[in-house]
């Protein structure tokens, strides 16, 4: 299994701008995460789907983020518009069941915005 | 809502001396799992401990869950330039709308001096 993919890697792009970060879980994860990773704030969780399902969307910082899960595997979370404060590694990562079993993250997107 | 409290947040040490990171959580937690990120890199499951008092041991790593289920260690032995990195806890807990989510601590930063 090619593990969790992401797309971009990187990401640079101009505030105001919409961004959209893209994932693809583990075949057969019934759960996927969306994680921002700063200095400043850690790790955090933005979002969780179970079966496409959005569970807690408590994490989202605001109305300019929105995520999506159209179907098992894929998902976005998109961020419009974008400001400088967003800048962070966006982490998403999937796994078989709730809670105890480990989560298995993707390499991240690298988000800079200007 | 349910908090991870993770010390020391920078630990520096020379190679060949012992490693210590300690996690409490706010509420009694239903298992708790430990993740190493390496500079660069996504965080990576290194195990689970779900009984009260459990230690579980990976070669040089002992990890420990508090009697309470509310706190956690890990413990290094003789540390390596290969264990720099990050360790994060991340606790879990089966009860009300966090079901399924792990809510992870601020995090260790391990340097190894040669």
């Known amino acids: 299994d090619a593990g969790v993919i992401q797309s971009p890697r990187h990401e640079v792009t101009e505030m105001g701008q919409e961004v959209t970060l893209r994932c693809k879980p583990i075949s057969g994860h019934d759960y996927l995460f969306w994680y921002r990773q700063t200095m400043m704030r850690g790790l955090e969780l933005l979002i969780y789907?179970?079966?496409?399902?959005?569970?807690?969307d408590s994490g989202m910082p605001e109305d300019r983020f929105s995520a999506k899960m159209p179907n098992a595997s894929f998902s976005t979370l998109k961020i419009q518009p974008s400001e400088p404060r967003d800048s962070a590694v966006y982490f998403c990562a999937s796994s078989l069941t709730a809670g105890n079993n480990e989560q298995f993250f993707g390499p991240g997107t690298r988000l800079t915005v200007l | 809502g349910q908090q991870v409290m993770q010390i020391p947040q920078y630990q520096h040490v020379q190679e060949g001396e012992d490693f210590t990171t300690y996690c409490n959580s706010s509420t009694t937690l239903s298992n708790i799992q430990w993740y190493k990120q390496r500079p660069g890199g996504h965080p990576v499951f290194l195990i689970q401990?779900?009984?009260?008092?459990e230690v579980k041991k990976q070669k040089r790593l002992t990890f420990q869950f508090g009697e309470a289920k509310k706190n956690s260690s890990l413990h290094i032995t003789a540390t390596q330039t290969t264990d720099v990195g990050t360790y994060f806890c991340?606790?879990?807990?089966?009860?009300?709308?966090?079901?399924?989510?792990?809510?992870f601590g601020q995090g260790t930063i391990l340097t190894v001096h040669p």
């Open positions: 991340a606790g879990h807990t089966y009860e009300g709308t966090s079901y399924g989510k792990l809510t």
């Open positions: 401990l779900v009984k009260s008092g």
């Open positions: 789907f179970n079966n496409n399902v959005p569970i807690d």
